[in-house]
């Protein structure tokens, strides 16, 4: 069961100490601490991990229990990622607790109470994105409760979201991604290899999760594609450009097959034997993805995000660059360039055309700004 798994003990009183935010709630006779969020590994099932980490001396009421581990079987059974499992199990344990304390079971709670809620989490001057992402979580616990034949009506179907404030995603000018990727050099094992990812991550505006789960199987040269799974474990085919996959080609024959065979030992030939027998046994090391690091593991996320702001600061590009921003300007250069918003979307894997309608709106202020600045009566 996913409330079974192991909890650690601890004092939360800590994590105040060590210097960390740990904003409460007030209900009743118990404070319910909301501490330090987003450290535990989402392998040992969400609603437990979160419980352990999160509030690990919070015992929660069986009706509780109950709900919030039945929301995390329906995400596991839809194919929810595992960090949005692992989101929703942060917000629907907050909630619940806050509920809990005030002696409130999943029946009995109205939209009045979800609305006090959402107005303690402005009172702690949460952003509105962040609060519309917590009622998000809430309408899916009681979206599965009511499904699940526990309540006739969900109470959070009835509280509008909050209007969140209108961010355009950076997106960077044609020369800078081309003065990015030919800063790359072709050199070094590990050049080559940032060299081919982001030329591909730029080629088919993929996400960092879904660069770094690339096995070398999704490439197909003689189709020029590129199979890439993306949120939901949804498949789609993305067409790849000759010079993404001339850098992934070179990557596969100069580069990969050194990064496989692992950094070399200086240690004595026992020491370096047994070093190489401990990497060969390492569950970890996938000898099927696409990228990876100099160890010979799958890379992760961060390391995609760490090599980018790296290179960004060598080609003298300013602000923060993330793998999303390469996302978006493949985007933003499709449409540009005369694409339908259909076929963009069909690219991106996006599930909604409105996801996709944020670069429209990316294009009018870019058109915006060449009319203030050329028009004369502007």
């Known amino acids: 069961m996913l409330i079974d798994a192991p909890r650690r003990r601890s004092d939360p009183r800590a994590d105040v100490e060590r210097g960390r935010s740990a904003p409460t709630f007030d209900r009743g006779p118990r404070r319910i601490l909301f501490g330090d ?7 040992r099932g969400e609603l437990g991990v979160v419980m352990s980490t999160v509030a690990p001396d919070t015992s929660l009421s069986e009706p509780w229990m109950r709900a919030l581990a039945l929301l995390d079987e329906d995400l596991r059974r839809t194919n929810a990622a595992p960090r949005t499992r692992r989101a929703y199990a942060i ?36 952003s509105a994105t962040t609060t519309a992402r917590k009622l998000a979580a809430i309408r899916a616990l009681f979206r599965s409760q009511r499904e699940h034949g526990h309540i006739e009506q969900s109470p959070a179907d009835l509280l509008a979201t909050p209007r969140r404030a209108s961010h355009l995603p950076r997106v960077l000018k044609a020369p800078e991604v081309a003065r990015l990727l030919d800063r790359i ?11 081919a990812l982001f030329e591909l991550a730029y080629a088919c505006g993929l996400r960092a999760e879904e660069i770094v789960s690339l096995n070398v199987a999704d490439v197909d040269h003689d189709a020029e594609q590129l199979r890439v799974e993306g949120k939901g474990s949804k498949t789609r085919f993305v067409p790849a450009g000759e010079l993404a996959l001339s850098a992934v080609r070179l990557y596969l024959e100069r580069a990969r097959p050194a990064l496989v065979s692992g950094p070399r030992s200086d240690a004595a030939p026992s020491a370096a034997r047994a070093d190489r027998e401990a990497r060969s046994a390492d569950a970890a ?11 010979g593991r799958r890379l992760g996320t961060s390391d995609v995000r760490r090599r980018l702001r790296a290179w960004t600061t060598r080609a003298g590009i300013p602000g923060g660059v993330s793998p999303h921003a390469l996302r978006h300007s493949f985007a933003t250069h499709l449409l540009d360039g005369g694409a339908d918003l259909r076929s963009i979307q069909e690219l991106l894997g996006h599930a909604s055309i409105s996801t996709t309608q944020v670069y429209t709106r990316v294009e009018s202020a870019r058109l915006r700004s060449a009319y ?6 502007a």
């Open 37 to 43: 969020l987003g450290r535990a590994p989402a392998r």
């Open 185 to 195: 050099p072709t050199g070094a094992p590990l050049d080559i290899r940032d060299r």
């Open 91 to 126: 917000d629907t344990l907050q909630f619940a607790c806050w509920s809990d304390a005030g002696e409130t079971t999943p029946e009995d709670v109205g939209p009045r109470d979800i609305r006090r809620y959402l107005a303690r989490l402005t009172e702690r001057k949460l």
């Open 285 to 295: 090391r996938d000898t099927q993805a696409l990228f990876l690091s100099r160890s």
């Open 372 to 377: 203030a600045r050329s028009h004369p009566r």
